[in-house]
Antibody, heavy 129, light 106 residues
């Protein structure tokens, strides 16, 4: 049974960096069949996919255009976890953040579809001074 | 960008009713459409992937259909635990969720 356990602060000041970690049990961050995602949810933006990291002989990252200049998702193989860093946050980044396992279908090395079958418990992050 | 439109945005129904929720894409997304259920304070739960494949452990009263631009999620006989918000998600291009359909008790 796959479980994802999120950790990180619930309050971040404007212009600072939001950092969250997602610890994986029951699977491996280096899995050749999974992708590891961050998704957030707010009343104004709904559910918004932020990005993912995955391993297919080497590490890859994909990021949403809306946050691409500010986001980093990193795997940590020693702790079997992955992390989210979102820089230069504003109150617009206030949301519940989720990590999720993706099960992508790949054709000739390209992800053509994905769905999220396991989710973390969610972390409410408030951006406020 | 491909836009996803769910309808209705909210729905009232009774236990035992058959319910259908629709998701429409602004252009063809083949069968790259997934459905999730979310209850208050909880993470979304995958119900259907690839338009019509039932996720393991999900009751058979849930079913999905469609391809191209028009998709439906059907609950054949509503149970008390099914009252929740439902989201579609396309995975053809940038991963994008619909705005949700809130299913309430009549």
């Amino acid at each position: 049974q796959v479980q994802l356990q999120q950790s990180g602060p619930g309050l971040v000041k404007p212009s600072q960096t939001l950092s969250l970690t997602c610890a994986i049990s029951g699977d491996s961050v280096s899995s050749n069949s999974a992708a590891w995602n961050w998704i957030r949810q707010s009343p104004s933006r709904g559910l918004e996919w932020l990005g993912r990291t995955y391993y297919r002989s080497k590490w890859y990252n994909d990021y949403a255009v809306s946050v691409k200049s500010r986001i980093t998702i990193n795997p940590d193989t020693s702790k079997n976890q992955f992390s989210l860093q979102l820089n230069s946050v504003t109150p617009e980044d206030t949301a519940v953040y989720y990590c999720a396992r993706g099960k992508p279908t790949m054709v000739r090395g390209v992800i053509i579809t994905d769905h999220f079958d396991y989710w973390g418990q969610g972390t409410l992050v408030t951006v406020s001074s | 960008d491909i836009q996803m439109t769910q309808s209705p945005s909210s729905l009232s129904a009774s236990v035992g009713d058959r319910v259908t929720i629709t998701c429409r894409a602004s252009q063809s997304i083949s069968s790259y459409l997934n459905w999730y259920q979310q209850k208050p304070g909880k993470a979304p739960k995958l119900l259907i992937y690839a338009a019509s494949s039932l996720q393991s452990g999900v009751p058979s009263r849930f079913s999905g259909s469609g391809s191209g631009t028009d998709f439906t999620l059907t609950i054949s006989s509503l149970q008390p635990e099914d009252f929740a918000t439902y989201y579609c998600q396309q995975s053809y291009s940038t991963l994008l969720f619909g705005q949700g359909t809130r299913l309430e008790i009549k």
